[in-house]
């Protein structure tokens, strides 16, 4: 069963703390994206990876952490540096290099700062 | 920056009615173009993607893409109450993603 997977579900911060949401996909894609959407926005770029080993930053990656030690996995860390990390964390894939590239949304996390 | 324009809405139609959303962008490197249906508390799902001018239909749905005049539209044939939902337009360039803010529609019974 193909798809993109994100664990938690929800997720609880202390002041101070750095937490880590994971994201896998087995869907063989190459390119992985995280996202952060605030209630009644948009999405915005936190990082991207377009092949193992590399990644870069989006629009908002202050307080934010990445990897991508393999093809299937790309964890995010919300460091204690990101003031307000509260919001809905979704994690994306896509396939790279066939100028129709589509992107798919795993289930998403949502951080809460407790 | 690129910016994908969206109007917020929200757009309410009656049941069975055709609803239009409708999306502008502000790069004209945008290679690729997609509609996203968002129910709340739910992440994106893909309805619809259009990489060249003109229609792409797809049972109720057809998207429009005009690249000279920057603008993608979705329209929604008979609208069912399960169509209820926020609706992203997002533009791909050099494999980065663009999004709007999305259009909430109501569709009324």
């Known amino acids: 069963d193909g798809g993109i997977t994100q664990s938690p579900k929800y997720l609880f911060r202390k002041e101070g703390q750095n937490v880590t949401l994971s994201c896998e996909q087995n869907l063989n894609h190459d390119a992985m994206y995280w996202y952060r959407q605030d209630p009644g926005q948009g999405l915005r770029l936190i990082y991207y990876s377009q092949i193992v080993n590399d990644f870069q930053k989006g629009d908002i990656a202050e307080g934010y952490s990445v990897s991508r030690e393999k093809k299937e996995s790309f964890p995010l860390t919300v460091t204690s540096a990101q003031k307000n990390p509260t919001a809905f964390y979704l994690c994306?894939?896509?396939?790279?290099?066939?100028?129709?590239?589509?992107?798919?949304f795993g289930p998403g996390t949502r951080l809460l700062v407790l | 920056q690129k910016e994908v324009e969206q109007n917020s809405g929200p757009l309410s139609v009656p049941e069975g009615a055709i609803a239009s959303l409708n999306c502008t962008y502000s790069d004209r490197v945008s290679q690729s173009f997609f509609w996203y249906r968002q129910y709340s508390g739910k992440s994106p799902e893909l309805i619809m993607s259009i990489y060249s001018n003109g229609d792409k239909e797809d049972g109720r749905f057809t998207a429009q893409l005009n690249k000279a005049s920057q603008y993608v539209s979705l329209l929604i044939r008979d609208s069912q109450p399960s169509d209820s939902a926020t609706y992203l337009c997002a533009v791909n360039a050099f494999n980065k993603f663009y999004f709007g803010s999305g259009t909430k529609l109501n569709v009324k019974p």
């Open positions: 994306a894939s896509s396939i790279s290099g066939t100028g129709q590239e589509t992107q798919y």
